[in-house]
């Protein structure tokens, strides 16, 4: 279809400035990695982001040393969306604690919300060793590459992350975004569908399922993807969501700051 391409384009700009935005039905996009590795380091779910962030900010400025406290206050502030302070917060702890995996971890992935990917894709790599690789850093090292646009690259660590979690939903839909950002729709579909027939499957699979169907011109098909399993009210905001994104496939800066549903997924 000649309107692919463009919202391919679209895709490729928004990626980085809607990375943290949320997504369809209030989830994120693009969700944390430093839950995986260590018990303490999220925010309980019911807290308000800012609530948590004051909280562990009076834990974490009561001993700047403590290097679970620094993880603790680095993860409130990216779930809370200060972005910039996540950054400062998790690099000094990091210099206080240069073999912390977990605390490299979080900078590396505070950096790419930030748009340091370069930069995050350096630390994540002393985050973990080729000889105890961790599929779920590779996977963001592999979203990393593709917000650089290095898309062969990026599929080579998906792939590496596969060979560690066959069929993991969550790599699975990275990698069908990384062919939706290289203008593969078909290709893309295809993977995104193995991602959304797994029983791990979150919302995330089917909004990007249903973003690559309906940009190939199947909008029924594709509204009937982000009807499924939902109460009616939240279906039908997301296929009110749904239309919204694919109006603007022709106009790429219309919304450009507001269109979640293109960024790239980060496993869990």
Same mark, same amino acid.
């Given at each position: 279809m000649r309107q692919q391409p463009s919202f391919a384009r679209l895709l490729a700009s928004v990626a980085v400035t809607a990375m943290l935005a949320a997504g369809l039905g209030g989830c994120q996009t693009m969700s944390d990695i430093t839950g995986s590795l260590t018990s303490t380091a999220e925010a309980s779910p019911d807290t308000d982001p800012r609530r948590a962030a004051e909280i562990y900010g009076e834990r974490y400025r009561a001993n700047p040393k403590d290097a679970e406290a620094a993880l603790s206050y680095g993860q409130a502030l990216r779930t809370s969306g200060q972005r910039g302070q996540a950054v400062a917060v998790l690099e000094q702890a990091t210099i206080a604690h240069p073999g912390n995996k977990a605390l490299l971890a979080a900078y590396g992935r505070a950096l790419a919300d930030n748009g340091n990917f370069q930069q995050a894709f350096d630390i994540l790599t002393?985050? $973990?060793?080729?000889?105890?690789?961790?599929?779920?850093?590779? @996977?963001?090292?592999?979203?990393?590459? &593709?917000?650089?646009?290095? $898309?062969?690259?990026?599929?080579?660590?998906?792939?590496?992350?596969?060979?560690? =979690?066959? &069929?993991?939903?969550? =790599?699975?839909?990275?990698?069908?975004?990384?062919?939706?950002? @290289? !203008?593969?729709?078909?290709? #893309?579909?295809?993977?995104?569908?193995?991602?959304?027939?797994?029983? !791990?499957? &979150? #919302?995330?699979?089917?909004?990007?399922? /249903?973003?690559? =169907?309906?940009?190939?011109?199947?909008?029924?098909?594709?509204?009937?993807?982000?009807? #499924?399993?939902?109460?009616p009210d939240e279906a039908a905001a997301n296929v009110a969501y749904?239309?919204?994104?694919?109006?603007? !496939?022709?106009?790429?800066?219309?919304? /450009? #700051?507001?269109?979640?549903v293109a960024s790239l997924n980060r496993p869990d």
């Open positions: 002393r985050a $973990h060793s080729p000889d105890n690789p961790d599929w779920r850093i590779l @996977s963001v090292q592999g979203t990393t590459l &593709d917000q650089m646009g290095r $898309h062969d690259e990026a599929r080579r660590y998906y792939t590496s992350a596969l060979k560690i =979690v066959p &069929d993991e939903p969550s =790599v699975l839909s990275n990698l069908g975004l990384s062919y939706v950002l @290289s !203008k593969d729709l078909p290709k #893309a579909e295809e993977i995104l569908r193995r991602a959304y027939a797994s029983g !791990k499957a &979150d #919302a995330r699979v089917r909004q990007n399922l /249903a973003l690559v =169907v309906g940009l190939q011109g199947r909008f029924a098909e594709a509204e009937g993807i982000v009807r #499924a399993d939902l109460p749904l239309k919204r994104v694919l109006s603007r !496939k022709d106009n790429p800066r219309a919304g /450009a #700051a507001t269109m979640p």
